[in-house]
């Protein structure tokens, strides 16, 4: 392979190098340094006269003497069953002492796009455990769903909570966590690590690290190297595969830091305008296939700046996935876990994966009266402050209770508790008895008559 | 021999000069603005979009890794064209109109690069049923015979720029599109098929002023803010605030003959959803598939943005095809904010100086030409048709005042604004009813007086006064607390609520509640407005408002929607109503 001496500039992660051979736009580039390390890098604009090379490491050491040399084809990701279990960096590199990973493929890391028409309808209910998600925002196999939080917040416990508890009742298929770390402190990293192995999950889970220490520009392979490692597992091998991205704001921090280098118009806040597509190109990376086995479902995290649910990270992420779950400060601090506000939250795939056949025929309604009083309730409390409890009606004052028992039975649960569905929505009737059943509008007649805990004498599961 | 090496070096071979990203630079290429072009080795398609000295720039319709500078480039000389003919419904395209189901058979579930799949079958044959006869006089647009397309007729037509002349042979039988089912006396022959460039609107012979309503079957929309046949409108809300839910509402129950339905930018399940459900949904008018009145454009937010750019343009296209029919086309595209962003993408790669936000200078030109495609017209072969287009905003941060959403609101007549405040506490469809509004109101009067009641125009004014009067009222409620209102407010709060909740709020998933035709419409809210008149009355006889508040009857209002057959019902409760008040009055 040719080696090129050409570099003539160099601009945070860019190296710019001069006329050189044709090369291809998107190639992987290995820069050799004199010391013999080699560091990796992508093109990012190629002509006859300049070629621009994005590294994915820091640039420290590469100079005029670094030799370059272009593979002629992507970045390619050594996958296989045997990853399973395995820790590897944010670059794809084993890091647990352990041996090399023996390719069964090797694969590009980009990902191409699921031909729409190949989708399938993701509809398989994941029960989670935790009430605000199944019961309010329900997960289903093939979705997307992030958690939004903020610096501080139990985000990291609410996902290995997810991550631990989630299961299709009744399934037996195999299934698999990609755990991608980005940007996080090590003590984060422990955190999951420690949980991971006592609760076993290690066996079944492969691990991308990219700690805060570690180069930001390698943050932006480290989601593609996970999702590429998901989709073996899911699409060639069957199994169900849960991913967990960490945090998103750090990999969103390191696009915008290339935009930077790259002196491109910025869009919003400083971020590229491309930043929507982008994140799109990973995030759509979820879902299942017409008439396949396997399934991959996205668990993203990333702490919205300033608790800011308009900044462009969680606002993009929104528009891509199919709804989000809000971890919320003022609940935190009431001492409620998880602290999931759930007016905010959407799961939009909750539809397809409830009522009769996969959860139970009441849930929708359950959860929408739930929400309606909720909602009510919380707004009460402003009027409260301001009035005084006195000043409320009847009504009112029925609404405001049940705010604060939703928040104190429903939203709060152990961090060990793994509540069925059937408990959920039970607890969910519970807490709707409280009020009078001609405020219930949102449910019908019927569905009272069968679930109410009033008329629900004996009732029987389904 | 010398002077032959001569030649061949001064003809230089086209070739790309440089790559980045979905834009390339090719140079010895003889181009025109928008010509299509092979790029590459693999030929892939790209489009000229900027001629700059020797420079031709050209945006690329799938992915560009691994081209390297010194591959070919050819130029077709052809413009970025659709085609069309029977076949075009029940299909799914991508942004550039090849069949993604073709694309699954040919690639596999993943989208691959370098593949191309034509728009219409040309194996498949069609029973052509001619409708003129040798020796008719032909003019541009004329309908020359009819296929059965699906449970829809597609009218096969002379192309809308061919000049008049007259059949000499005209044919019936089966034929694949590219067969010529027509001879005129001068030669020229036609096949079914046509191609037409997707940047150029098809001509007409006139536009008219939309004077009916494009009946939704969504009781905010109907009710309170219709769009015409012909009409434009635009959705704009942030995220899950229920643009994407809106627009499928229209697609599935809008009384439109053709849908036309764009995912521009957008999720890969979205577009798995409309294809999974709409097969199994039933026309309320015809009863049939909804799917077979149905063309699908999915250019998701992974596939290359360029052919998310051109995604608009063929979806329309593919429209105004079905309007010269004579057809009612409603075109949905979400989201129009993908596109311009698209556009964003690319000014910014040809390093454009860019206008606001990033956005170029000439967006609010493209917004504008694209939403004038829409409209109802007579068409060249006489017939009336119309293209309404109903465009989603996915402006950031949920902030209105962004140049999109401020650009488009400047062009579409019908605005409905999505509200997170209500999609947040589950109030669906999440529009406000205080900030949108239609400017086809006084347009569509005459349509209602006669076809849903003369009383109707009346109510809705009635209903939006209550509407507003509750915002009012709210102010204040938030200061001091409902008690502290005079009785005939409360009384008015409690109506404003009904109007609400029991007929605003409108459950898309609900079998029943998900489609409400104009006369269930009108009942629904005449018996809230007996609520109201009742209430008002017994308040004056001196019942107070929290007893005005026991009425049983008044929530067993809000199943009506749930109910298919709601006739017997509603009457139970408007009679219960009266009962309970003159209970009320009696004891006051
Ligand atoms: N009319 C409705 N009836 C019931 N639920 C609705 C309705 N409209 C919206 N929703 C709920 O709101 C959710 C979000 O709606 P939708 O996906 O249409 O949002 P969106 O505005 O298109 O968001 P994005 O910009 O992210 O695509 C839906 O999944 C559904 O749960
Ligand atoms: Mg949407």
């Known amino acids: ?462 | 021999m010398e002077v032959k090496e001569k030649k061949t070096k001064e003809k230089k071979h086209a070739v790309l000069k440089r790559i980045a990203g979905p834009v390339v630079t090719a140079v010895n290429l003889d181009a025109h603005m928008y010509d299509v072009v092979k790029v590459g080795k693999e030929a892939l398609m790209g489009e000229v979009i900027k001629i700059q000295g020797d420079n031709i720039i050209i945006q690329v319709y799938e992915d560009t890794s691994g081209i390297r500078p010194g591959e070919p480039v050819e130029n077709t000389g052809l413009s970025l064209a659709v085609e069309l003919g029977p076949g075009l419904l029940t299909s799914i395209y991508d942004g550039i109109q090849r069949p993604l189901a073709v694309l699954v058979d040919k690639m596999g579930n993943f989208i691959e690069r370098g593949v191309s799949a034509p728009g219409l079958s040309h194996e498949k044959k069609w029973t052509f049923k001619p409708l003129v006869k040798s020796g008719d006089k032909l003019e541009a647009g004329a309908i020359l015979g009819e296929v059965q397309e699906t449970n829809i007729v597609h009218r096969v037509m002379l192309p809308p720029n061919a000049k008049p002349g007259i059949v000499k042979v005209i044919k019936s039988g089966d034929f694949t599109v590219d067969e010529f089912i027509c001879v005129l006396e001068d030669g020229r022959e036609y096949p079914m098929i046509q191609r037409w460039p997707v940047r150029v609107p098809r001509p007409v012979r006139e536009k008219m002023n939309p004077t009916i309503p494009l009946i939704t079957g969504q009781r905010i929309l109907d009710g309170l803010f219709p769009i015409a046949k012909g009409g434009t409108a635009a959705i704009p809300g942030p995220f899950g605030s229920g643009k994407t839910v809106t627009q499928q509402q229209l697609a599935k129950w809008s009384d439109a003959e053709i849908v036309v339905y764009i995912g521009c930018g957008e999720r890969g399940n979205e577009m798995t959803e409309v294809l999974t459900e709409f097969p199994h949904l039933e026309d309320p008018k015809t009863g049939k598939p909804l799917m077979e009145r149905t063309v699908l454009i999915a250019n998701t937010s992974n596939m290359p943005v360029a052919a998310r750019e051109a995604s608009v343009y063929t979806g329309i296209t593919i429209a105004e095809y079905f309007r010269d029919m004579g057809y009612d086309v409603s075109l949905m595209a979400d989201s129009t904010s993908r596109w311009a962003e698209a556009m964003r993408e690319i000014s910014s790669r040809l390093e454009e100086m860019p206008g606001e936000e990033g956005y170029p200078a000439y967006l609010a030109a493209r917004l504008s030409e694209f939403y004038e495609r829409a409209g109802l017209v007579k068409t060249l072969n006489g017939a009336r048709g119309s293209v309404s287009v109903i465009g989603a905003v996915s402006p950031p941060g949920g902030d209105f005042s962004e140049p999109v959403t401020q650009n488009t609101l400047r062009i579409v007549k019908v605005f409905w604004a999505l509200d997170a405040k209500l999609s947040q506490r589950r109030h669906f469809p999440a529009i406000n009813w205080l900030n949108s509004y239609s400017l086809y109101l006084e347009s569509l009067n005459d349509y209602y007086d006669r076809e849903v009641s003369p009383e109707w125009n009346r109510i809705r004014s009635w209903a939006m006064e209550v509407l507003q009067k509750e915002s009012e009222l709210q102010e204040i409620v938030q200061l001091v607390g409902s008690d502290a209102l005079p009785e005939s407010e409360q009384v008015t709060i409690e109506v404003a609520r009904m109007i609400r909740e029991f007929f605003l709020q409108q459950n898309a998933y609900d079998k029943v509640d998900t489609f409400c035709d104009m006369k269930k419409q009108y009942d629904m809210m005449k018996a809230i407005k007996l609520f109201s008149d009742l209430a008002y009355a017994a308040q004056i006889a001196g019942v107070s408002p929290s007893q005005i508040n026991t009425i049983k009857s008044k929530n067993e209002l809000n199943q009506i929607k749930f109910i298919k057959d709601y006739k017997p019902e509603l009457a139970k409760i408007e009679k219960e109503m009266d009962t309970e008040f003159n209970v009320l009055r009696s004891a006051a």
């Open chain 1, 1 to 462: 392979m040719k080696e090129y001496r050409t570099i003539n500039k160099i601009a945070g992660p860019l190296v710019f190098l001069d006329k050189t051979e044709p090369i291809g736009y998107g190639e992987l580039v290995n820069l050799v340094l004199a010391d013999g390390t080699v560091k990796r890098g992508q093109v990012l604009d190629t002509s006859d006269e300049l070629v621009v090379v994005q590294i994915f490491e820091t640039t420290a050491g590469i100079g005029k003497d670094t030799g370059v040399r272009f593979t002629g084809e992507a970045i390619k990701m050594p996958v296989g069953r045997e990853m399973l279990g395995r820790i590897l960096s944010g670059g794809g590199k084993p890091i647990d002492g352990g041996p090399e990973i023996v390719p069964e493929k090797r694969l590009d890391i980009t990902g191409a796009a699921i031909n729409p028409y190949a989708r399938g309808n993701p509809s398989d209910f994941i029960q989670t455990g935790v009430s605000t998600i199944d019961g309010t925002n329900t997960l289903v196999r093939g979705q997307k769903l992030p958690i939004f939080s903020g610096a501080g917040l139990p985000h990291n416990k609410l996902a290995l909570q997810i991550a631990r508890q989630a299961k299709v009742p009744g399934s037996t298929e195999g299934f698999a966590v990609v755990f991608a770390a980005m940007g996080i402190t090590k003590e984060e990293a422990n955190y999951f690590m420690q949980d991971f192995e006592r609760t076993g999950a290690l066996e079944h889970a492969v691990v991308f690290l990219n700690l805060a220490d570690d180069p930001a520009v390698e943050r932006i392979i480290t989601p593609r190297l996970a999702l590429t490692t998901a989709e073996y597992l899911a699409f060639e091998l069957g199994m169900h595969v849960l991913v967990i991205l960490t945090d998103m704001t750090n990999y969103c921090e390191a696009l915008r830091q290339i935009g930077a280098a790259r002196e491109e118009v910025p869009g919003r806040r400083g971020y590229p305008g491309y930043m929507y597509t982008d994140l799109a190109c990973l995030y759509e990376r979820a879902g299942i296939i017409k008439g396949q086995k396997g399934s991959v479902t996205q668990i993203p995290i990333l702490t919205m700046p300033g608790d800011d649910i308009t900044h462009p990270i969680p606002d993009l992420t929104g528009y891509i996935t199919e709804g989000q779950i809000v971890v919320n400060r003022e609940l935190h601090r009431k001492g409620i876990y998880p602290p999931v506000n759930v007016l905010p939250s959407l799961s939009r795939l909750m539809n397809l994966g409830i009522g009769k056949g996969h959860t139970r025929e009441d849930h929708k309604k359950v959860s929408d009266q739930m929400y309606a009083g909720y909602a009510e309730g919380n707004d009460l409390r402003g009027l409260v402050a301001i009035v005084g409890k006195d000043a409320l009606s009847e009504r009112d004052r029925m609404l405001l209770e049940f705010a604060d028992i939703f928040e104190n039975r429903f939203v709060r649960q152990g961090y060990d508790e793994d509540r069925t569905i059937e408990d959920t929505l039970n607890l969910g009737w519970d807490l709707l008895s409280t009020l009078p059943v001609e405020q219930l509008v949102r449910i019908d007649r019927e569905l009272i008559q069968k679930y109410h805990p009033k008329f629900r004498t004996g009732a029987k599961k389904e």
